[in-house]
């Protein structure tokens, strides 16, 4: 048997008909950038998240940079943010000239709220919470902290749409966050996506008016803003998408509750989920200490999987200045860690093969 890693066709293949008419419409519409289809799937999100406004923008990482700038971000200024996550959350805090400053995870890969005091100075002005590979971060403590020091939370939702905490939804834990609508996220454009979901309308305007050149009255440019827009065609696409969120997330929780309670091998070290969240699985995570030897015995029954992320953030090159730094935690994950085969319609048939090959290694 074969097992892909991922695979997007089932899931348009029911929208099929719903995609051709929506991006027909904008077609016929002759209007393709900050229309209707924009409004109506900000509306739409912001309703989805709990929260008051959303912002579409070209991506995620941009989304990040943009709420950063919101929130008053500068040059010299210190963001916290975890040792273990996508290059992405760093990225976005160098990008406007800060510092990332690094905080080890948890064991649910998570940033441990219990190591975040330690690491503020007085340049700290915001903590990024990255909700990774589906599951909310310890927003109560993150929060807590913050409140304390006078710090913004920003929480980078990209792999989170959906996921829940407390009964809350991703989005509306901080004072802001971001999404990415990347293809391969639970929500996905088909092409470049992203946004920023909050319910402080200051942050909202300025992200608004970053996105499109610092301006919100044309040829009027308040801030020195940037090109970052969700065009017409792509926010058409994920009003259909949008719909079918929650059944595409509650599939991905009966895979993973099977590789959960089904997968009984002593060297493999299942995902921790907290009661208090609704994980929606955006990558199901496991480790192994001999990762290489696994990676290759599940290649060699035909199954596929990948590596997030296979370089700790601080040892890569674009981060020379820090590969001095150590933070175990971060480096012993990015040699263990490994994604198991997670994505709507995969059949049970294929789980129960993967399973049966994972307990024979
Ligand atoms: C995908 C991702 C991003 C960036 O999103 P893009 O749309 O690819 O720019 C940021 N943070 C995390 C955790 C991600 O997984």
Redesign the pocket.
Same mark, same amino acid.
């Given at each position: 048997m074969k097992v892909d890693f991922s695979k997007f066709n089932y899931m348009h293949d029911e929208l099929e008909e719903d995609i051709k008419v929506a991006v027909t419409k904008v077609l016929e519409s002759n209007w393709f950038i900050d229309g209707k289809e924009l409004e109506n799937f900000e509306k739409k999100f912001a309703d989805y998240c709990q929260t008051k406004f959303c912002v579409g923008c070209g991506? +995620?990482?941009d989304g990040?940079t943009l709420a950063l700038r919101a929130m008053g971000v500068q040059t010299g200024d210190d963001v916290i943010i975890p040792s273990h996550?996508?290059i992405?959350?760093a990225l976005a805090v160098s990008n406007i000239g800060a510092r990332p400053v690094f905080v080890e995870v948890k064991e649910d890969y998570t940033i441990d709220p219990t190591k975040i005091e330690e690491k503020l100075t007085n340049k700290t002005k915001v903590i990024i919470a990255?909700h990774?590979y589906g599951q909310c971060a310890d927003m109560d403590e993150i929060n807590k902290i913050a409140k304390k020091h006078n710090l913004y939370v920003l929480e980078?939702a990209?792999?989170a749409h959906g996921a829940t905490y407390k009964g809350k939804k991703a989005g509306s834990l901080a004072d802001a966050a971001e999404f990415?609508f990347?293809p391969g996220?639970n929500l996905g454009a088909m092409g470049?996506g +992203?946004c920023v979901v909050t319910n402080n309308q200051n942050i909202a305007e300025e992200v608004k008016k970053l996105r499109n050149y610092g301006s919100i009255k044309k040829y009027c440019h308040e801030l020195k803003g940037v090109n970052s827009r969700l065009d017409e065609i792509q926010a058409a696409i994920l009003n259909v998408k949008l719909k079918r969120l929650d059944k595409w997330n509650e599939y991905r929780n009966r895979v993973a509750n099977r590789y959960l309670n089904e997968i009984k091998n002593k060297k493999i070290i299942l995902p921790i989920v907290s009661k208090t969240n609704y994980h929606v699985w955006h990558s199901f995570v496991v480790r192994v200490e001999d990762r290489k030897k696994f990676q290759e015995y599940l290649s060699e029954n035909g199954i596929k999987t990948l590596i997030h992320y296979p370089t700790a953030i601080h040892k890569q090159k674009a981060y020379s200045e820090y590969n001095n730094l150590s933070f175990p935690i971060a480096e012993k994950y990015a040699n263990e860690v490994i994604s198991l085969p997670m994505y709507y319609g995969i059949t049970n048939d294929e789980v129960s093969y993967v399973i049966d090959i994972i307990n024979k290694y």
């Amino acid at each position: 048997m074969k097992v892909d890693f991922s695979k997007f066709n089932y899931m348009h293949d029911e929208l099929e008909e719903d995609i051709k008419v929506a991006v027909t419409k904008v077609l016929e519409s002759n209007w393709f950038i900050d229309g209707k289809e924009l409004e109506n799937f900000e509306k739409k999100f912001a309703d989805y998240c709990q929260t008051k406004f959303c912002v579409g923008c070209g991506n +995620g990482l941009d989304g990040l940079t943009l709420a950063l700038r919101a929130m008053g971000v500068q040059t010299g200024d210190d963001v916290i943010i975890p040792s273990h996550t996508f290059i992405a959350t760093a990225l976005a805090v160098s990008n406007i000239g800060a510092r990332p400053v690094f905080v080890e995870v948890k064991e649910d890969y998570t940033i441990d709220p219990t190591k975040i005091e330690e690491k503020l100075t007085n340049k700290t002005k915001v903590i990024i919470a990255v909700h990774l590979y589906g599951q909310c971060a310890d927003m109560d403590e993150i929060n807590k902290i913050a409140k304390k020091h006078n710090l913004y939370v920003l929480e980078d939702a990209a792999q989170a749409h959906g996921a829940t905490y407390k009964g809350k939804k991703a989005g509306s834990l901080a004072d802001a966050a971001e999404f990415s609508f990347y293809p391969g996220k639970n929500l996905g454009a088909m092409g470049d996506g +992203g946004c920023v979901v909050t319910n402080n309308q200051n942050i909202a305007e300025e992200v608004k008016k970053l996105r499109n050149y610092g301006s919100i009255k044309k040829y009027c440019h308040e801030l020195k803003g940037v090109n970052s827009r969700l065009d017409e065609i792509q926010a058409a696409i994920l009003n259909v998408k949008l719909k079918r969120l929650d059944k595409w997330n509650e599939y991905r929780n009966r895979v993973a509750n099977r590789y959960l309670n089904e997968i009984k091998n002593k060297k493999i070290i299942l995902p921790i989920v907290s009661k208090t969240n609704y994980h929606v699985w955006h990558s199901f995570v496991v480790r192994v200490e001999d990762r290489k030897k696994f990676q290759e015995y599940l290649s060699e029954n035909g199954i596929k999987t990948l590596i997030h992320y296979p370089t700790a953030i601080h040892k890569q090159k674009a981060y020379s200045e820090y590969n001095n730094l150590s933070f175990p935690i971060a480096e012993k994950y990015a040699n263990e860690v490994i994604s198991l085969p997670m994505y709507y319609g995969i059949t049970n048939d294929e789980v129960s093969y993967v399973i049966d090959i994972i307990n024979k290694y």
